[in-house]
């Protein structure tokens, strides 16, 4: 490597991260309006810049607190973004995570130094987003669709545990397709991805059902 080189100069990292929540059934996606150029009062992901004193992981942290006030949750990084152009201040590489979290749980700062708005969005009914994040929050979506059905990634919208209608109804708004009630009650303890926690509650007015959690060690495997 030649440090010299023009061409390893004016480069960055940018770390962006999609955090999903599911309310009533919708798959929702949050989203902040940008105060500053380039992009001006656009909509996009959570993210921002990496410091050079940062890991990847580390920098995607601090930039979800510093632009929502969230803190304490979990991430997971998925893809990398390098087209030349996807900034147009200088190169930028794009770290993408994925993130899931109880939309019921969390205050979202609505206006930070570097944000005038954010909110929750439906996925169906997203705007125009800044940047690439169009690109990157739908390889975001099918990553999140990928890791319900081997992970347990969805842990954190249950801290109380979780019946199997509501979990479907979940799992139905993720991956945008309509399950058998009985079928999906073999796939999910197929999957074992949950285990009993021998307590019952309802979901929506309903009979008593079973409450599940999902398990800290999983072996799930794609069955859906």
């Not at 899931?100 to 969390?106: A, E, L, P, Y």
């Not at 249950?158 to 979990?167: A, I």
Request: net charge positive.
């Amino acid at each position: 490597m030649e440090v010299r080189n023009k061409l390893y100069k004016n480069q960055g990292i940018h770390v962006i991260t999609a955090l999903f929540t599911v309310e009533e059934g919708i798959t929702k996606v949050l989203l902040i309006k940008r105060k500053n150029n380039p992009f001006k009062g656009d909509w996009v992901l959570t993210g921002g810049a990496l410091y050079n004193n940062e890991d990847l992981e580390e920098g995607a942290y601090r930039e979800i607190k510093e632009k929502t006030g969230i803190e304490n949750i979990n991430i997971k990084q998925f893809k990398a973004f390098g087209k030349v152009n996807r900034s147009p201040v200088m190169r930028m590489v794009a770290i993408g995570f994925i993130g899931v979290i109880d939309w019921k749980s969390v205050k979202v700062l609505r206006e930070t130094k570097n944000t005038s708005n954010a909110d929750w969005f439906p996925i169906d009914k997203i705007p125009p987003l800044g940047f690439d994040h169009e690109e990157i929050l739908h390889d975001a979506l099918i990553q999140l669709q990928k890791e319900i059905v081997k992970s347990n990634i969805l842990k954190s919208l249950f801290p109380d545990g979780v019946t199997l209608p509501e979990l479907q109804k979940t799992y139905e708004a993720i991956l945008n397709k309509k399950f058998d009630r009985r079928n999906f009650r073999k796939k999910m303890l197929n999957l074992d991805l949950i285990e009993d926690t021998n307590k019952v509650d309802k979901f929506e007015g309903n009979k008593p059902a079973k409450v599940y959690k999902f398990k800290e060690n999983i072996k799930g495997k794609d069955i859906f």
